[in-house]
């Protein structure tokens, strides 16, 4: 969870330094689309904490402490 969180971060941090680094240098189409990239990229920080919700919201498989009567004998 933590390496997808830091990857999400880390993108959206990088795109955020480039449209802001583009934009000072003076190009504005360049610095737009970089502007677009890291709004399509902000969804990747909420990756991990989704997955590490949906793994611990279904209840964990619980195992028989004795085999039950009918299983084959091997």
Do not use: K, N, Y
Request: no cysteine; hydrophobic share 45%; net charge positive.
């Amino acid at each position: 969870m933590l390496g997808w969180v830091a990857l999400g971060a880390g993108t959206t941090g990088a795109l955020a330094g480039l449209t802001v680094l583009t934009f000072a240098l003076g190009a504005r189409v360049v610095s737009a689309g970089f502007a677009l990239a890291t709004l399509a990229a902000t969804p990747l920080v909420g990756v991990g904490p989704a997955l590490d919700w949906w793994r611990h919201r279904r209840p964990h498989r619980q195992r028989h402490t004795t085999r039950p009567e009918d299983f084959p004998s091997g």
